[in-house]
């Protein structure tokens, strides 16, 4: 869904390396991969979804992460959900935090 991460395999199993070069229609879908805006989109969508407060943070913080990748200071995460901010900081939680959208 983005080229951060595997879950672009979902769509695709490889990528141009002259995207900005001005090769911008070896793929179709190129623009979308690059900006991640399908993992944004179901990530939101999770999010409207979800049942507690750990995963709705979870899903902020996952579709900050594809807009921004690592660079990503999770605003939404932030704003919505202070108290979880330190705890989805880093990936060590993601796990937790994925399991608690069962409860």
């Known amino acids: 869904m983005t080229q951060y991460g595997n879950s672009w395999m979902m769509r695709r199993y490889n990528s ?6 001005g090769n911008n229609e070896s793929y179709i879908d190129e623009i979308e991969y690059r900006n991640g805006n399908q993992a944004q989109k179901y990530y939101h969508l999770a999010y409207k979804n979800a049942k507690t407060d750990k995963f709705k943070a979870l899903c902020l913080r996952m579709e900050d992460y594809a807009k921004d990748n690592v ?4 605003e939404k995460l932030k704003k919505a959900y202070p108290n979880y ?3 989805l900081s880093n990936c ?12």
């Open 16 to 21: 141009t390396s002259d995207f900005n070069q």
């Open 71 to 74: 660079s990503s200071n999770f």
């Open 85 to 87: 901010y330190n705890d």
């Open 92 to 103: 060590d939680n993601l796990e937790e935090f994925f399991n608690s959208r069962k409860k």
